[in-house]
């Protein structure tokens, strides 16, 4: 049967399995970029540093975002849920979307496809603004509560 329990360990896995990959790009970029180049039709032979650059910025603000959503889950495990240490997180988390954003949309200068990145993380971006909104809404409700009991 599924549970809670399971839910937060697959998507604990999850995480974890992103910050490899992560690693793992931001390792290979070289290699990544040389065979992103050598089979793309669009002629981008003269913009290898370009998307190399675009590789090494763009893993702070995504590796930060993994460590803000681990340490988010790991909040939840342990059953504080409505806490203002978590509305900071998920305001970390929606300001590391972003800058993916703004990453993707400079790195359009020398790359148009990029756009649809930037479109894709700012998209994010709004979606965890607005449950932060909320969670901060219910923190407000529970302090209220609390101290009215």
Known sequence: MWSEEKSISLTKFCIMLFMVLLAVVAVTAPWLTEWFVSVSRAGQEEHRVYFMATIYVGFV?????????????????????????????????????????????????????????????????????????????????????????
């Open 61 to 149: 603000p995504a590796a930060y975002l993994l460590y803000s959503l681990f340490k988010l889950l790991r909040r939840i495990e342990s059953g504080q849920v409505f806490t203002d240490e978590n509305v900071e997180l998920l305001r970390r988390i929606s300001w590391s979307c972003f800058a993916g954003a703004v990453v993707a949309l400079v790195s359009m200068l020398y790359y148009n496809p990029w756009v649809f990145v930037a479109i894709a993380a700012a998209f994010m971006g709004l979606i965890v603004r607005v449950v932060r909104n909320v969670v901060a809404q219910a923190v407000e409700l529970k302090k209220e509560a609390d101290y009215i009991v």
